[in-house]
């Protein structure tokens, strides 16, 4: 059924606030925007944009940094009126997550589930990001060394499109063969798609579709960047709050000593990981600041020691009993590593408070 009462815009005055991005491109133009709420308005848009061959962008918060969101020429979809949380689901089994639709920004899910005293481990550093955009582009954060991409933590995802077609994508489920040939069965058509044949980098990266042998169709849509089709509900993998955390801005006097610290401390954490001891050294977050970082900084914190030639941003997730000890091998090593000790800047923060 067509929706006549869809809010949609030819108005320069509605239609430039999505003409632009974090990025400060410029040079972005479209005749229309649509704001559909449900997921029939985003049929009826990309219906009606495949009959006139008319291009879609869709926008999330606009808070990207390479320009994906903004327009050149056709309708611009936002995707903001689509909704956001709709479902906590605790489990005594430990399989913990949300559905949601994707406009929600990653401030306002993490407070939603840290009530339930849950956590979405991908912590992209901008919080007014939607989740739908996120998921867009597999955006990652500070944490993502212990917890890995967006990619990781998302069990299902809904998407409609330029067909009309929804897809309902559970991670496991319609799996490509090994030929990279994968069969998928759309709400109005079935697709039998043969994947790109590329070696895809290590690591987070945007550098085309994600393609490996044996992979979910989920993944393909992953960072494909608003390229694919709408996302419209999406499934996310959530884990319980740690009890506390344990941070630091540690400084050096050398370079060499922060590479040898962050090295010491990336492989101690990769090897402590599985062990399942709650004292031993693991972090979730490890960043680097050369000196001209620092020397930026300087500007506007006077605290920045003047003889710190680099620092190193680290974060550990604490147990309240043990936290004495987690906390004694991390001043053990900052010894270590020549770390200007009294200079430096410690943090412990728990569910109850921050000292
Ligand atoms: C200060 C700052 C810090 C940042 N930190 C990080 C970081 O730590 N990690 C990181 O990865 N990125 C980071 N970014 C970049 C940006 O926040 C992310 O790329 C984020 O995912 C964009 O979200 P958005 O809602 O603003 O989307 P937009 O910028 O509006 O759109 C981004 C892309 O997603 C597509 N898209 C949006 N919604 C949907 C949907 N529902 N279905 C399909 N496609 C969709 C758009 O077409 C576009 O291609 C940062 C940006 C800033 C300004």
Request: aromatic share 10%.
């Amino acid at each position: 059924m067509v929706n006549s009462n869809m809010l949609r815009s030819h108005d320069p005055n509605v239609i430039n606030p999505y003409l632009k991005d974090a990025s400060n491109l410029s040079g972005g133009y479209a005749d229309e925007v649509v704001f559909p709420e449900n997921e029939d308005d985003v049929i009826q848009i990309l219906d009606e944009a495949c009959r006139t061959r008319t291009p879609v962008t869709i926008a999330g918060n606009g808070t990207g940094l390479v320009g994906a969101r903004i327009p050149l020429g056709g309708i611009i979809l936002s995707t903001e009126k689509l909704g956001g949380l709709k479902e906590i689901h605790l489990s005594s089994t430990g399989h913990n997550y949300a559905v949601t639709g994707p406009a929600i920004t990653h401030k306002e899910l993490q407070k939603a589930v840290s009530l339930k005293g849950l956590l979405y481990p991908p912590d992209p550093t901008e919080q007014n990001a939607f989740i739908g955009a996120s998921v867009a582009t597999n955006a990652s954060g500070a944490r993502t060394f212990k917890y890995g991409s967006t990619r990781n933590w998302i069990r299902r995802l809904k998407v409609i499109l330029s067909t009309g077609d929804i897809l309902d994508l559970r991670r496991g489920e319609f799996v490509a063969n090994k030929k990279g040939h994968i069969a998928l069965k759309g709400s109005r058509n079935t697709f039998e798609l043969n994947l790109p044949q590329y070696p895809i980098p290590e690591g987070k990266h945007s550098c085309g579709y994600y393609v490996t042998p044996g992979m979910s169709a989920i993944d393909l849509f992953i960072g494909s960047e608003g390229t694919l089709g709408v996302f419209t509900e999406i499934e996310v993998e959530l884990i319980h709050k740690p009890e506390g955390y344990f941070s630091g801005i540690v400084f050096f006097g050398r370079e060499e000593d922060a590479w040898r610290f962050a090295d010491f401390i990336k492989n101690e954490s990769l090897k402590n990981r599985t062990s399942n001891i709650n004292d031993t050294i693991d972090a979730c977050v490890i960043e680097y600041f050369d000196c001209n970082s620092l020397k930026l900084l300087s500007s506007i914190n006077q605290q920045i020691p003047k003889n710190a030639m680099s620092a190193i941003f680290f974060e550990q997730e604490i147990h309240i009993k043990t936290k004495k000890k987690t906390t004694d091998k991390w001043f053990q090593i900052c010894r270590k590593f020549d770390v200007l000790l009294n200079k430096s800047w410690f943090c412990e923060s728990s569910n109850e408070n921050t000292e």
